[in-house]
């Protein structure tokens, strides 16, 4: 993944290099908003910022002094990393309960205080609005970095108090659209689940052979969390789009069973496929509570049914 790795690198030393410049001239907000995916590295960026924040050389990250093994260790008494609790949950109100407490203390090590929420998008209305009364009148010494792959789920109150970094996929693919979703951390939730790409694939060939029942295969995927599945199930249907008019132009480990895959169906019934996934993650982007196992039940029906009309 050369291209890709390149791509990233150069947008991020412009970032970077004005990340240090904001920084020199003291002028860091108390707020920042990182928009982007995984895949660019900004988990890894914002602990950098983090680093230098934090060093008590005060105008580099020197990577020598007891803040900067504490940060490389994860273990910094002044840096402080809130998700949610569960796999696939949401962040509560009572964990930004706890920040409140927490951004009031002085810091212990360094002259600032830094709390990373990630992902900034999972929290409930609850939370967001808690978060948002930090925001309004910040601890002087306390420096917030929220990390979000999408905020059309965030309220603009919060969006509007933070100055926002956007880090974006790369322009230029090296392979094809399941590439991009191979640049995940393998123990992260998505990363553990592209694991299972040839598994789901096979799954749906499965269905279409009439070897997996429409209710057997949702069962089974009942166990992803449904917004993982969704964007990986997004990936895989844009890919076999890609094939339909394309052909194949690269070579991967799941090329040859996708592409026998998309075989299966007509460009119309992919963009057919595309609109349905599309609702189920703006429905998952605005919390609204649906029933898991019906709604890929209802899906799976459309894989079933667009190949059978093609028969």
């Known amino acids: ?112 205080r830094i709390i990373v929420i990630h992902p900034a998008e999972k929290m409930n209305v609850s939370a967001s609005n808690a978060l948002l009364k930090l925001l309004e009148e910040p601890p002087e010494c306390v420096i917030f970095i929220l990390i979000a792959e999408q905020i059309s789920t965030l309220p603009p109150t919060i969006i509007s108090r933070c100055q926002q970094w956007h880090f974006s996929f790369v322009n230029i693919l090296e392979a094809d659209y399941l590439t991009m979703a191979e640049g995940y951390n393998s123990e992260s939730e998505r990363g553990v689940l592209f694991s299972q790409l040839t598994v789901l694939i096979h799954d749906l060939a499965a269905l279409l052979r009439e070897q997996l029942s429409i209710c057997a295969l949702a069962d089974k995927w009942s166990k992803y969390d449904l917004s993982h599945l969704t964007w990986l199930l997004y990936l895989i249907n844009s890919q076999m789009v890609d094939y339909k008019f394309n052909g194949r132009r690269h070579e991967k480990s799941w090329t040859e069973p996708l592409y026998l895959l998309s075989e299966h169906f007509q460009p119309i019934d992919l963009f057919n496929q595309l609109d349905i996934l599309n609702e189920i993650i703006r429905k998952l982007q605005q919390n609204i509570s649906i029933n898991q196992i019906l709604t890929l039940e209802n899906l799976l029906f459309t894989y079933k049914k667009e190949n059978r009309n093609k028969r």
């Open 1 to 112: 993944m050369r291209l890709t790795n390149l791509g990233v690198q150069q947008s991020q030393t412009q970032l970077w290099n004005r990340f240090q410049l904001i920084s020199a001239k003291q002028r860091l907000p108390q707020a920042l908003l990182l928009i982007g995916p995984e895949t660019a590295g900004i988990i890894d960026f914002a602990y950098k910022m983090a680093a230098l924040i934090l060093c008590s050389q005060e105008s580099n990250s020197c990577g020598e002094c007891k803040s900067c093994h504490l940060i490389q260790a994860r273990e910094h008494p002044d840096f402080s990393y809130l998700g949610p609790e569960q796999t696939g949950g949401t962040i509560k109100i009572d964990q930004i309960r706890e920040l409140h407490n927490l951004a009031y203390r002085s810091p212990q090590l360094a002259n600032k």
